[in-house]
């Protein structure tokens, strides 16, 4: 059976995270924290995730010319990511992320784009028109929005589905989300894309349908272990996630959209395939770090065998 054809475009970074009791406050140290290094990013994470699902992923992106860059392309053959399209940067060092992680698995996050901010949208044209038409693209906020933007134009004018994972979160124009087939939030993100606040089912509803207006064909707003906001023309439904016990939320997003990509890409239903990335990002959160959390399609199966619900 011929594999499903995922494209990411997207950020790559070294994640250096420190789990400690709490995240300080402003001008707070605290002690007695345990520090991990991994390879992150949120279009790496979502190549990853995409990945070990069983697709075939191209994954275009910009590292620096230095060690980090070096082991980021390394870990990307490992996993059986494309890497041809990975450029690398001599006038900017890869992207780092300083991620602080609490007891209660949530987490703060600070980034040093580097080489990201130096993708360009003339790159990405490029890129695109050599790797040919695949089933999926997968971009997020984390490069230029104007390089973004171009990659769901040109995918979109290619017949592929595309997929927008709107963080960080920023002001999109029209024509960028009318190139959009699905726009994938979380509550925060809704909010400040629809103008308002998000806390709820209620309000999530609210936001979906304001942000439909804008042109994407779906709006699927991520809400933690209440699952996920789903709307489109047709109708508005929440579609539940598995409860698991969390311990690190810091890839739950990649995990989710790395996850609705390659399920897309299978050819399953949008239902089907956002439980499938529901589940994919429940399991995630049960691991500690970004990309060592994202599971296998192995590991997918398993865990539905356990969990009727996944």
Not at 42 to 67: F, I, M, P, S
Not at 77 to 97: F, K, Q, S, Y
Not at 237 to 251: G, I, Q
């Amino acid at each position: 059976m011929k594999k499903p054809r995922v494209v990411v475009v997207g950020s790559v970074n070294t994640d250096m995270v420190v789990h400690g009791k709490r995240i300080p406050s402003p001008g707070e140290t605290v002690t007695g924290g345990r520090f991990v290094m991994a390879p992150g990013g949120k279009g790496a994470n979502q190549a990853v995730a995409a990945a070990r699902l069983g697709a075939d992923v191209t994954l275009v992106a910009k590292v620096g010319d230095d060690v980090f860059g070096r082991e980021a392309i390394d870990n990307f053959r490992r996993e059986g990511i494309r890497t041809d399209w990975i450029l690398r940067d001599r006038n900017h060092a890869t992207g780092v992320a300083l991620i602080l992680v609490d007891e209660a698995g949530e987490n703060s996050i600070s980034v040093a784009p580097g080489a990201n901010f130096d993708l360009t949208p003339a790159e990405v044209e490029q890129a695109l028109g050599q790797i040919g038409p695949a089933d999926v693209l997968l971009a997020q906020l984390e490069i230029p929005l104007e390089t973004s933007r171009r990659a769901a134009e040109l995918a979109h004018a290619a017949g592929m589905r595309v997929i927008l994972d709107p963080a960080p979160a920023a002001p999109l124009d029209a024509h960028f989300l009318r190139n959009v087939d699905f726009l994938t939030p979380n509550e925060s993100e809704a909010g400040l894309l629809a103008g308002m606040v998000v806390a709820d089912e209620t309000s999530a509803r609210a936001a979906a349908a304001r942000l439909l207006l804008d042109g994407p064909r779906c709006v699927i707003v991520t809400l933690g272990a209440a699952g996920s906001l789903v709307a489109d023309d047709r109708r508005t439904r929440l579609v539940p996630c598995p409860r698991v016990e969390v311990l690190d939320t810091t890839a739950a997003g990649d995990a989710f959209n790395g996850g609705l990509a390659c399920a897309l890409a299978q050819g399953k239903s949008l239902d089907d395939a956002i439980r499938h990335a529901s589940a994919v990002g429940a399991l995630a959160v049960t691991k500690l770090g970004a990309q060592p959390s994202l599971p296998t399609a192995e590991e997918m199966d398993r865990f539905a065998e356990i969990r009727p619900d996944a």
